[in-house]
């Protein structure tokens, strides 16, 4: 997620609407944001569990609607471009039934809530590391700005 919000931010930052997205963009993840994490963290230690277990937000989303959702909480419109790259397994989900075994915890934050607050500040450091850099970020390579393999 923090990849694709400094992905976004930095196109958004240098007037581009096209990032490149690791896969076909249907690999599927849960997101829960670090709040919700502690208070289930904290709930799974007052526990009698002792089995492991992923702990999580019962939404699954894809990595393309990730993507989308972050360009809509940036205020723009981007275009995945897919690329081969490294893409985890293909889907991690969250262990709801266990989970359903803590009795006062739930996550309670929503994706867009989490990445409004995510993406303000990944949006932050990527403007201040921008200024460090006469050219800005780049997104992904330029063809046009590169002469030979990189």
């Not at 896969?23 to 208070?39: K, L, P, W």
Request: charged share 30%.
């Amino acid at each position: 997620m923090a990849a694709l919000c400094r992905k976004i931010a930095a196109a958004r930052l240098e007037g581009l609407n096209v990032i490149e997205v690791w896969g076909d963009g249907e690999q599927t993840r849960s997101f829960c944001y670090i709040d919700d994490c502690g208070a289930g963290l904290h709930a799974a230690m007052h526990s009698d569990h002792s089995e492991p277990y992923n702990l999580g937000h019962d939404r699954i989303v894809s990595i393309n609607e990730l993507t989308r959702t972050i360009a809509d909480t940036a205020g723009m419109r981007v275009k995945a471009k897919h690329v081969d790259g490294p893409q985890g397994i293909r889907t991690c989900e969250v262990e709801h039934a266990r989970i359903k075994a803590f009795p006062r915890w739930s996550a309670e934050i929503s994706l867009e809530r989490g990445l409004r607050r995510t993406y303000k500040w990944i949006e932050q450091q990527v403007k201040e590391a921008a200024s460090e850099y006469s050219f800005g970020i780049a997104t992904f390579r330029r063809p046009d700005l590169f002469d030979g393999d990189m």
